[in-house]
């Protein structure tokens, strides 16, 4: 059983030009000769970040992003062969890295369930000025933490989308329970892993909890960030009405606990950032929905067979670099895919949302290639 749309191969693999554009709006070219390794896409945005999915496997069913009625017992996940080696993985990021990659980010499925995930890290860490990140639930930091910071992991995303041991018990929807995510938050901190929690927000879900999750990390070095539910995938039933505003959510949070608003820390940060005015820490809200932020978006996605997509809402499958890999290309037959794979981007799926947009077109399931 398959079940929701997960692309698997494009008739032409050598370009993939990301989302639908909408037929009543124009694209410009991007103007005179790109030089290296600058590469930009249609609408001059940057290559900057790589997001890599390791493993299309979670320990986790969440309603949004791994519906428990969809990826049941008899779901058939990539195998073993059709999944990316490390040294596969290593030498893509290192052909990104060389065209402007500055940020890596390793995510699933949930990343820590691939085996010896603290080899790739140490893999990746020999690619020359890159940042190293992940995203993860959490469940295995409190053994993993210490060996992914010695191979030289830089920091670490954790997804806790309530501190309501009952409302994460169902969201997780295979009964993880809270302390277990919080053991493993603090074992990244004990071993020096700066920390960020995300936590993706459903009205009359779990959105009377979230003042709760941010009066806990105040006054912690870790920074929470709120993520209006989206319609990523297929099958998590999304509807705008299920989606709490991030605007609404700043008011919340500063009628308790006064914020003021903090810059950007670079071009293309998704999160918008606001600090407690007494001096207790900061907080983000990721607002693709009712804010998109289309026009600095300057990252692709690597899924766990290999396949690059540049729209977290991609509704075709990308170039194939695992294909390509295997079939002998070499270093630079590879670079050409990476190159005219960006440089046909045009995506802006977020800003011509509506509504009615989900269910027009299938997207790739976000286990397939991460958050």
Known sequence: MR???????????KVYTGCMPHPDLEFP????PVEA?????????????????????????CQYCMPKEVFGPNFAFLPRSE?????????????????????LRLTGGEPTLRAKIPTLVEMLREIPDVDIAMTTNGTMLKTLAEPLQRAGLDRV????????????????????????????IDAAAAVGLPV??????????????????????????????????MDVGSTNGWKMDEVLPAAELVKQIDAAFPLEPVDANYTGEVAQRYRYRDGQGEIGFIT?????FCGTCTRARLSAEGSVYTCLFASE????????MRAGASDEDLGALIDATWHARADRYSELRSASTPGTRPHVEMSYIGG
């Open 3 to 13: 079940g929701p749309f997960r692309p698997r191969r494009a008739e032409d693999t």
């Open 29 to 32: 070219e991007a103007e005179g």
């Open 37 to 61: 390794p600058a590469l930009v896409d249609r609408l001059g945005r940057p290559l900057r970040d790589l997001r890599i999915s390791v493993t299309d496997r979670c320990n986790f069913r």
């Open 83 to 103: 999944i990316m080696t490390f040294e596969e993985i290593t030498r893509i990021a290192r052909l990104f890295a060389e065209r402007g990659v500055k940020k």
């Open 157 to 184: 995303t954790v997804s806790l989308d309530s501190l309501d041991d009952a409302i994460f018990r169902s969201m997780n929807d295979m009964d993880f329970p809270v302390a277990m995510v919080l053991e493993g």
């Open 196 to 229: 960020k929690i995300n936590a993706v927000v459903r009205r009359g879900v779990n959105d009377y909890t979230l003042l709760d999750l941010a009066r806990h990390f105040r006054g912690t070095p870790h920074i929470v960030r709120f993520i209006e539910f």
């Open 288 to 292: 693709s929905v009712t804010q998109p």
């Open 317 to 324: 499958a990308g170039a194939d670099l695992r294909a390509a």
